[in-house]
């Protein structure tokens, strides 16, 4: 029972964040925009998490630029393009939809489009099967006994 309580608790405790406190800002408005800033940026090592969410060294060295930019006065957006333009394109979650970054936001639809589009045409061009030719007098004698019975 104990482990099963355990268990429960555990699931639904908050997910913990990998910001540490010496990193906190004093100022809770910027330190809410660093937060905001932080979900958007991916950690280059873990990939799948935000730098908000990582405890690698490289997330903290990004959180640590983040919040120092921050102070320097910069707006979110400046944060993410100096951090873009230090990184790469790869630290956005959301890359921008231009370039070759544009052929990859338009690959997924325009190929279900295809897909479709080929399905639809082989399901309109397919014949079903019919007979090859018509009854004979016997066979036609013979389902019309059938159906009498």
């Known amino acids: 029972m ?3 309580l355990a268990l429960c608790l555990t699931l639904l ?3 913990a964040f990998a910001v540490q406190p010496d990193e ?39 959180r640590l630029l983040v919040r120092e930019r921050l102070l320097a006065g910069d707006s979110n957006d400046e944060v993410l393009a100096f951090v ?3 990184y790469g394109e790869y630290v956005l979650f959301l890359p921008g939809a231009s370039g070759y970054n544009l052929l990859l936001w338009l690959a997924g639809p325009a190929m279900l489009l295809v897909g479709g589009g080929l399905a639809l ?10 007979a090859s030719a018509s009854l ?11 159906l009498k019975q």
């Open 121 to 130: 045409l082989y399901l309109r061009r397919r014949r079903p099967e019919t």
């Open 13 to 15: 405790a908050a997910p």
């Open 136 to 146: 004979s007098a016997e066979e036609e004698a013979r389902l019309r006994e059938i």
């Open 24 to 62: 906190v800002l004093s100022d809770p408005a910027l330190e809410a925009r660093a937060r905001e800033v932080s979900q958007l940026l991916r950690c280059p090592v873990c990939q799948s998490e935000n730098i908000d969410d990582s405890n690698a060294d490289i997330a903290r060295d990004l």
């Open 2 to 4: 104990r482990l099963i």
């Open 84 to 86: 873009v333009d230090r």
